[in-house]
């Protein structure tokens, strides 16, 4: 599996893939495929519309959402007509342009999701390319904690589908909002939150001590470090119930905390209860989050994040659109993949490249155009129909055909000539039946034929 | 369908896309989807298995191929190690590269398809595009005239896919090789080919006075340009007769007719027969071509290019890779995309972005939670069950679910909490029926349910 990370080193070669790129070969490609698709199947029946943009924006589109620090961690390069451009590093602000651009004629909400190849300029490390795959999910233009719930319940629909218990995963689910009220009902500056956020996130980043002497750091005396601590630690339903005390008499934490609660409940009622919880140390790093946030880790030896969003208040304003409110996540098929191959998960099919329904086989080279048009004919049905290239014993064809995995082998002999009849072998049990070609084609599955076919 | 090609202008917008590139609403990205599947599913029923690789290359591997004069025609940009990096604006290149890594574990022949985002950077134009999509196919490490035939039979059975018959498309088919040997049989000597070549690919593309006086330029005497215009002429059976006078006793262009005749056979065995013109005008720009090149041509209004290949026989070794022959075909998004929407041939679904199988409506909003629970249950088993946001009158709730195109809508109401029932409207007729919610969810299709369900 480590090949979907690593490509291995082949020496002697003129040429590689760059650095921190990965090649697809067919089995690599069967299982972006195979994890692509289930995105697709798993957006598509929550509700969601897929939408792409360029692989290149304007490298002004991603100062304007990050500031002019992200552009070592471009890749970017000028037209001919001098613009500047990048390949995209996410799909957020490509989605903000676009929505953007048609505020006024899109019906809201805008449920949309995207499964872009982004490329970014770092370092490769275990489990960071710079090349990967992401499923993007965003529910644009409405503010109501039920689309919170809906886009949480998308992506556990997604480890449903592909295994992921409670037992795998947790969905840890906190409020910036609710933070950040609960900071100011504690006296804290508005302007010193940004700075607490980035610290409360590192909580389970770091060794506990550590922890502790970073919050000490942001703290100007030891009630503000107590306080700071007892906030950060808090986590499932008691560490909700201690906050409620805190919030008390408080207007605008005690509506944060009510919006959060009803968030659990309505994942609750959406079935999918099991997986949330409650926790403060998820903060997020990105700074254009204002609401809730939230984070899915690996449990066990896999203690990762493999999934992340949160609501962001004012993205469409910093592109030029309008303000809208909305709510995302994304993963990427790197940390998916590489989780579901550690915990064995993955199907056979998800590495299978090449399905083959039939080969056809024929007795005597001069029933090639046969075997020919028939394959012709079955394809054009669906069927993969196969055939060798090489005029060889029927024995070695059918060497051929098992090798490619086929099901069934269907010989072409005199029995073609004679008749219009072909037979159909079962490659598994060596079983063999005659069938006329056009009750053949008008049924292919249908082996072994009964006579009212 | 113009959308596909061009983006419509917006005003007053900061931020737009980049020159030359698309953006893909959902309705264009259901058309791309669309088109995209269809080759997948094509290619898979022919045999081909997919790969990929990175979005960029090493810029040294495009000069390889094709010379220091591809530069100006690439984005290219340099990573922070110094590495000289190019988006790949073809995928030759990298089938190459990946093919030559494992050369020696692949077995043969290698049938690969990729369905690759490609950029270059030339001028926006009708039909080009600074951005697209293409569909490779490619069979390599073969020279039997069987894979020429089957690679051409692809390209054709996705032709008969989308509906396009040989009144809608012409397969020209010709023979570099056979050119070749045509020119040396009649005295013309290596190192002129190439040039010979570049007029006669003009045949089409300029007026017959312009070509004439084209082949003028490149003949030492009326005698040579009396045999160029009479090679360069030839199509159909009888331009194919004519050329065997030629090539009379010249043991090479013998062979090489033979061979183009019997590729021509196996065309007809298999079927397409109907769509192939053996034609001298189709020579194809690309150098790297040394055998059978083709290209289909739309008729009537659409006299364009959609779909061209060839044989080649030292592209491995360009990269560093071992000899090996391979033919293989690409086409792009755009340029069938335009051909199907000017034929009017493009199907409703391939402009539905979305799919909404059922809308679930509360009819009171403490019924709300259950709406959910059951949506989620719904689309968990695989339905685009959706439901409003905001709790609002029954009516409205209908309103929308029509609005949405859900071709039913589920009622949750008093005959829930009654006795676990819900009500399901096709809203198409307006029929009502009851079923209990654990029979409708074990059937979820069965309407209108009979009593043995």
Same mark, same amino acid.
């Not at 100007?220 to 560490?239: C, F, H, M, N, V």
């Not at 409110?325 to 996540?329: A, L, Q, T």
């Given at each position: 599996m480590n090949r979907l990370i690593h490509r291995p080193k082949?020496?002697?070669?003129?040429f590689q893939a760059p650095k921190g790129t990965r090649d697809f070969y067919p089995e690599d490609m069967a299982a972006r495929n195979w994890i692509m698709e289930i995105w697709r199947r798993v957006?598509?029946?929550?509700?969601? #519309?897929? +939408? *792409?943009? %360029?692989?290149? #924006?304007?490298?002004?589109? +991603?100062? /304007?959402?990050?500031?002019?620090g992200i552009v070592s961690e471009l890749f970017h390069f000028e037209d001919r007509g001098g613009r500047e451009l990048a390949i995209r590093p996410e799909m957020t602000p490509t989605l903000a342009r676009m929505i953007a651009a048609r505020a006024n004629s899109l019906s809201r909400p805008i449920k949309w999701f995207s499964l872009p190849r982004l490329c970014r300029a770092e370092r490769p490390q275990r489990g960071r390319l710079r090349e990967f795959f992401q499923w993007n999910i965003d529910v644009v233009g409405i503010d109501d904690v039920v689309s919170d719930a809906e886009c949480i319940?998308?992506?556990?629909?997604?480890?449903?589908?592909?295994?992921? $218990?409670p037992d795998d995963v947790v969905m840890k689910v906190n409020s910036r909002s609710l933070l950040s009220s609960l900071l100011a009902a504690q006296g804290f500056e508005k302007q010193r939150h940004e700075e607490?956020? @980035?610290?409360?996130?590192?909580?389970?980043?770091l060794s506990w001590e550590a922890f502790v002497e970073t919050v000490e750091k942001?703290?100007?005396?030891?009630? #503000?470090? $107590? $306080?700071?601590?007892?906030?950060? &630690? @808090?986590?499932? %339903?008691?560490? =909700?119930?201690?906050l409620t005390e805190m919030a008390k008499e408080n207007a605008a934490a005690e509506a944060e905390l009510d919006r959060l609660r009803q968030l659990l409940a309505l994942l609750t009622s959406m079935g999918v209860g099991e997986y949330c919880r409650f926790d403060m140390g998820v903060v997020r790093g990105l700074a254009y989050y204002t609401g809730v946030v939230f984070e899915a880790f690996g449990k066990g030896e896999f203690q990762r994040a493999i999934c992340g969003g949160g609501r962001y208040g004012r993205l469409l304003e910093a592109v030029g659109g309008p303000p809208m409110?909305?709510?995302?996540?994304g993963t990427s098929d790197v940390v998916i993949l590489t989780l579901l191959a550690e915990l064995n998960r993955l199907p056979a099919e998800a590495t299978k490249?090449?399905?083959?329904?039939?080969? =056809?086989? *024929?007795?005597?080279?001069?029933l090639f155009d046969e075997v020919l048009a028939l394959a012709a004919r079955l394809r054009r049905i669906g069927l993969a129909a196969e055939f060798s290239y090489r005029r060889q014993a029927l024995g070695k064809q059918l060497k051929q055909a098992s090798a490619c995995s086929a099901s069934r082998a269907v010989i072409v002999g005199s029995e073609y000539t004679q008749r219009q009849a072909v037979s159909v072998k079962d490659?598994?049990?060596?079983? &063999?039946?005659?069938?006329?070609?056009?009750?053949?084609? /008008?049924?292919?599955?249908?082996?072994p034929w009964s006579d009212s076919d």
């Open positions: 082949v020496k002697n070669m003129k957006s598509l029946r929550n509700g969601f #519309e897929e +939408y *792409d943009g %360029p692989i290149f #924006e304007l490298l002004d589109l +991603y100062k /304007a959402k990050s500031g002019e319940l998308v992506a556990i629909d997604f480890f449903r589908e592909v295994g992921l $218990t607490i956020f @980035a610290v409360l996130d590192k909580r389970d980043k942001v703290s100007r005396d030891g009630e #503000e470090k $107590t $306080t700071l601590l007892s906030i950060g &630690q @808090a986590a499932g %339903p008691e560490g =909700l119930a201690g409110s909305g709510i995302g996540f490249a090449r399905r083959v329904d039939l080969f =056809l086989i *024929d007795a005597d080279p001069s490659l598994a049990s060596g079983e &063999q039946v005659e069938i006329g070609v056009d009750r053949f084609l /008008a049924n292919p599955h249908g082996w």
